[in-house]
């Protein structure tokens, strides 16, 4: 499921960082696939994402049509152990993601 360098990161981080990081990982790529209207049987290991410091990138690779590069991704953890995750393609750098979620509401 994971990327050469999406693995290699997993594998650098704490042992109990890890189960959070991989299911964020698997929900950009859902969010990624639903953007481009594909589904989960195209080579997943050929995207990878990145930059979980804040600015998330996605790369993908072996595919002429798109390289990940003009998309823009959100992620959150919530619920305790589950992730939600969103993509936008747009060439604009000033993209910003918004979510309540019920538990935030008032």
Same mark, same amino acid.
């Given at each position: 499921? /994971? @990327?050469?360098?999406?693995?290699?990161?997993? %594998?650098? %981080?704490?042992?109990?960082?890890? #189960?959070?990081? !991989?299911?964020?990982?698997?929900? /950009? &790529?859902?969010?990624? %696939? &639903?953007?481009?209207? /594909?589904?989960? $049987?195209?080579?997943?290991?050929?995207? $990878?994402? $990145?930059? !979980?410091?804040?600015?998330?990138?996605?790369?993908? +690779? *072996?595919?002429?049509?798109?390289?990940?590069?003009?998309?823009?991704?959100?992620?959150? #953890? !919530? @619920? *305790? @152990?589950?992730?939600?995750? @969103?993509? +936008?393609?747009?060439?604009?750098?000033? +993209? &910003? !993601?918004?979510?309540?979620?019920? &538990?935030? %509401?008032?």
């Amino acid at each position: 499921m /994971l @990327a050469p360098e999406e693995r290699s990161a997993l %594998l650098g %981080l704490a042992e109990a960082d890890r #189960p959070d990081r !991989f299911c964020e990982i698997w929900t /950009l &790529k859902e969010a990624y %696939l &639903k953007g481009r209207g /594909l589904g989960i $049987s195209y080579p997943i290991r050929n995207i $990878s994402f $990145s930059g !979980f410091d804040g600015n998330r990138r996605c790369r993908v +690779v *072996g595919d002429e049509r798109d390289d990940g590069s003009t998309w823009h991704f959100w992620s959150r #953890p !919530f @619920a *305790g @152990a589950y992730s939600a995750a @969103a993509a +936008v393609r747009t060439q604009r750098d000033d +993209v &910003k !993601f918004s979510a309540t979620f019920i &538990k935030d %509401l008032p």
